[in-house]
C-alpha cells in the first residue's frame, strides 16, 4: 500500500488547510486512520484517529476542537480538516493506515500503524 499525503502549505495563524491521504497499490478501503505531525526537534507526535466501527474519532488534546478527521468513502481518501491554526502546528504530517483496528489505547502510538505516507509539510507564520 502507498499513501499520499498532500495539502500542506504555508498558511497564517488563525488560518486554516485540509491535508488529504490517498491509498494505492494493494488498496483497502480506509477505515482504520491516524495522523501524525514530527516538528523540528521534537518526537513524532500523535495527532488524530478513527477508526472501523467506533463512531468516536480520537485527538491529541492539542488539537481538540481546532482539527477534524474524517474520510470520503467514495474516494478511498483521508481527511485532515485543520482550522485555527496555530505556529506550534508547524510540522510535517503523516498519514498512516492499519488492515485490522487498533485497539484504543494504542491508536496514539506509532508502532500501532502498518503503512506510513511520505508526508506534507504544514508552515504556519505569524
Known amino acids: 500500500v502507498q499513501l499520499q499525503a498532500s495539502g500542506g502549505g504555508l498558511v497564517q495563524a488563525g488560518g486554516s488547510l485540509r491535508l488529504s491521504c490517498a491509498a494505492s497499490g494493494h488498496t483497502f478501503a480506509i477505515v482504520n486512520m491516524a495522523w501524525f505531525r514530527h516538528a523540528p526537534g521534537k518526537e513524532r507526535e500523535f495527532v488524530a484517529a478513527?477508526?472501523?466501527?467506533?463512531?468516536?474519532?480520537y485527538y491529541a488534546d492539542s488539537v481538540k476542537g481546532r482539527f477534524t478527521i474524517s474520510k470520503d468513502t467514495a474516494k478511498n481518501t483521508g481527511l485532515l480538516q485543520m482550522n485555527s491554526l496555530k505556529l506550534e502546528d508547524t510540522a510535517v504530517y503523516y498519514c498512516s493506515l492499519k488492515a485490522n483496528c487498533p485497539i484504543s489505547s494504542a491508536i496514539g502510538l506509532a508502532d500501532t500503524w502498518d503503512y506510513w505516507g511520505q508526508g506534507t509539510l504544514v508552515t504556519v507564520s505569524s
Open positions: 478513527i477508526r472501523r466501527g467506533d463512531p468516536k474519532a
